[in-house]
């Protein structure tokens, strides 16, 4: 059974610098795509960026220029540097871990982090 383990977050001021860090655990394909998403109060779960084994990138508009994601892929550890936070940036950020293993997908969740940014 795979497990994400996140860490960071927290309360910061507008215009503040955060990180997160979400550590897998488990069978991991080595091939995969890790990502954070986001959940802010009544509103949908949204991507805010995502980065495959090979480095590849793909980042939220709203979060771009903003926020880097980047791995570690000897710890299978994905990280989410988060700059000139905005209050709207406050959520519940949420790692994703997804890969295929015999052919079928496999997508697995962390419990989230709450980040709060106060204007």
């Known amino acids: 059974q795979v497990q994400l383990v996140e860490s960071g977050g927290g309360l910061v001021q507008a215009g503040g610098s955060l990180s997160v860090s979400c550590v897998p655990s488990g069978s991991i394909v080595s091939i995969n795509t890790m990502g954070w998403y986001r959940q802010a109060p009544g509103k949908q779960r949204e991507l805010v960026a995502t980065?495959?084994?090979?480095?590849?990138?793909n980042y939220a508009d709203s979060v771009k220029g903003r926020f880097t994601i980047s791995r570690d892929n000897a710890k299978n550890t994905v990280y989410l540097q988060m700059t000139s936070l905005k209050p709207e940036d406050t959520a519940v950020y949420y790692c994703n871990l997804a890969f295929y293993s015999h052919l079928k997908y496999q997508n697995y969740w962390g419990n989230g982090t709450l980040v709060t940014v106060s204007s």
């Open positions: 980065i495959t084994s090979g480095g590849r990138t």
